[in-house]
């Protein structure tokens, strides 16, 4: 009966409550019944998916554009004032290649404060996202990326440095979105 509650759970969060037009009721589920923690003046946009219950921390002051995709299975967890375009993926399992039972494996992502992942960027397991750091559109990320390290490119490899100064708090939380 506990698995049955806990796929119905998520069947509802990813196919009915992400589609709704109302950011402050997806939030409202997102917190109270998903158990995710979630900080001030964040904004989901809908069509995010979800794999798990609880397992996903993110700071105050994030936008996370539309059909965003959490595999938080393993931990994900995501500082203050981080952007994450639209499609993006982060994946915080995987499968053992060379284990007779193909079993799954989990290690947490965790994403600095003043990160930006570009549109359709994907963000493996146990990687590390340092503050100020950018994701370039379509990168894979891999491996750790440094403090303010803009990586592009599959696998993700570091391109230049951006400012260090980022004192930026993202607000666009439009209302039905």
């Known amino acids: 009966m506990k698995n049955f509650?806990?796929?119905?759970?998520?069947?509802i969060c990813n196919h009915w409550v992400s589609k709704i037009p109302i950011l402050c009721f997806r939030l409202w589920f997102y917190r109270n019944l998903m158990g995710f923690q979630i900080g001030r003046g964040t904004c989901i946009?809908?069509?995010?998916?979800?794999?798990?219950?609880r397992r996903l921390k993110m700071g105050s002051h994030c936008v996370?554009?539309?059909n965003?995709?959490?595999?938080?299975?393993?931990?994900?967890?995501?500082?203050?004032?981080v952007v994450i375009a639209a499609d993006c993926h982060l994946r915080s399992g995987?499968?053992?290649?060379n284990d007779p039972e193909f079993r799954t494996r989990y290690e947490k992502i965790s994403i600095g404060d003043h990160v930006f992942l570009g549109l359709r960027a994907t963000v493996l397991k146990g990687v590390i996202v340092g503050r100020g750091a950018v994701v370039?559109?379509?990168?894979?990320?891999?491996?750790p990326v440094g403090d303010f390290e803009i990586v592009a490119?599959?696998?993700?490899?570091?391109?230049?440095?951006?400012?260090m100064n980022l004192t930026y708090k993202p607000d666009w939380a439009p209302l039905f979105h």
């Open 136 to 143: 370039c559109a379509c990168a894979l990320v891999a491996k």
């Open 5 to 11: 509650v806990y796929n119905l759970l998520l069947y």
């Open 153 to 163: 490119g599959v696998p993700a490899k570091k391109i230049c440095e951006r400012a």
């Open 64 to 66: 996370i554009n539309e």
């Open 68 to 81: 965003c995709c959490f595999g938080n299975r393993g931990e994900i967890q995501i500082g203050d004032c």
């Open 45 to 53: 946009m809908m069509g995010a998916r979800f794999s798990a219950p």
């Open 94 to 97: 995987d499968h053992d290649m």
